[in-house]
């Protein structure tokens, strides 16, 4: 690990302002992913700025009645809290399906939107990576990809983002709330702040350098049976090959509503409306549940070893739609 010097900031903005004042710096909270890449030397800030201390850890009730969550919530605490294990199923579950109960005391909530991927390459500095090193290649492409994307990919990077939460987040149509290094507040839709690679794939997000999430808010919980389906190598501490969050509001064999987000099979939680849509006030069958798939993986391509991602999103989205209508 390279050294690096270290600061305590005792504000949002003193911390913003920090990291924007220097190009090689970052934020630290809980560390669980900045610091295996820093001992890999994947990533080298000369710079961290400890969030940790800053008054960001509080889940609060929200006048609509949705929930603000604290940037610096654990996430073992965000999937016991009691309002999130009632109204918000959907995010408890992803949470507790993802790392282990270790990490989950560790890792925050911003920290977990901002993940970097687990690409094996992007981990091997002896490998090319645009994502790491931009206009190096993509080893990935012609390499082992068994993990890799299979929508909104490009030739440049055919990474996944690992989260569990944010594909959560994203059904729920969260919010992140942040702070630039200039002291104003900027609200993201979660749609907009994940980035698709193109011909970029070192540029993540659409955040500024410095700009820091303070919290997450959800909307008032939505009607219909949540459900969260990883679909995984093993049982635990393993990320997903394919997972997906549903909302249908179903009653009598007749979806009124579907949302769905996927994870896996892109840069960002990927959620296509035409499924959607396709699925609102129709009857549930097997034809409706392939259609809707079938506009879920327009334009999906495999790259040899993660072909297979295809037909398991297939099949992932049929169970999954399948089980909410049972429980409706």
């Excluded at 327009?298 to 099949?315: M, S």
Aim: with cysteine.
């Amino acid at each position: 690990m390279k050294s690096f010097t270290f600061e305590r900031p005792d504000s949002v903005v003193a911390a913003a302002k920090a990291v924007a004042d220097n190009t090689n710096a970052k934020f630290i909270a809980g560390g669980t992913n900045l610091l295996d890449l820093m001992k890999l030397e994947v990533e080298t800030p000369t710079h961290l700025v400890d969030v940790n201390r800053l008054s960001l850890a509080a889940i609060d009730d929200t006048p609509d009645g949705g929930l603000r969550i604290g940037a610096m919530v654990r996430n073992s605490d965000l999937a016991a809290d009691p309002r999130v294990r009632q109204h918000y199923g959907v995010l408890s579950r992803a949470l507790l399906s993802g790392a282990s109960g270790q990490l989950r005391n560790k890792a925050t909530t911003a920290g977990n939107l901002l993940q970097r991927t687990r690409c094996y390459y992007f981990y091997d500095t002896s490998k090319p990576c645009n994502k790491r090193e931009p206009g190096s290649g993509c080893a990935a492409l012609e390499g082992f990809n068994r993990i890799h994307a299979i929508l909104g990919a490009s030739q440049d990077c055919i990474a996944t983002h690992p989260s569990d939460m944010a594909v959560a987040m994203r059904v729920l149509d969260a919010t992140v709330e942040t702070v630039t290094p200039d002291g104003q507040t900027a609200s993201i839709p979660i749609a907009d702040l994940h980035r698709l690679p193109g011909n970029t794939p070192q540029i993540e997000t659409t955040l500024q350098h410095g700009q820091i999430i303070t919290a997450v808010t959800l909307p008032a919980p939505p009607k219909g049976v949540q459900i969260y389906r990883k679909v995984r190598d093993r049982a635990s501490y393993a990320f997903a090959l394919v997972s997906v969050a549903a909302i249908v509001d179903a009653s009598d064999g007749k979806i009124g509503s579907a949302r769905l987000a996927f994870g896996g099979v892109a840069h960002k939680p990927w959620r296509e409306p035409q499924a959607e849509a396709m699925l609102a006030g129709q009857t549930a069958n097997k034809a409706l549940f392939d259609h809707a798939a079938d506009a879920v993986l327009a334009g999906a391509k495999g790259y040899g070893e993660n072909n297979f991602k295809i037909p398991l999103v297939r099949r992932a989205l049929n169970a999954v739609l399948t089980a909410a209508i049972q429980s409706a």
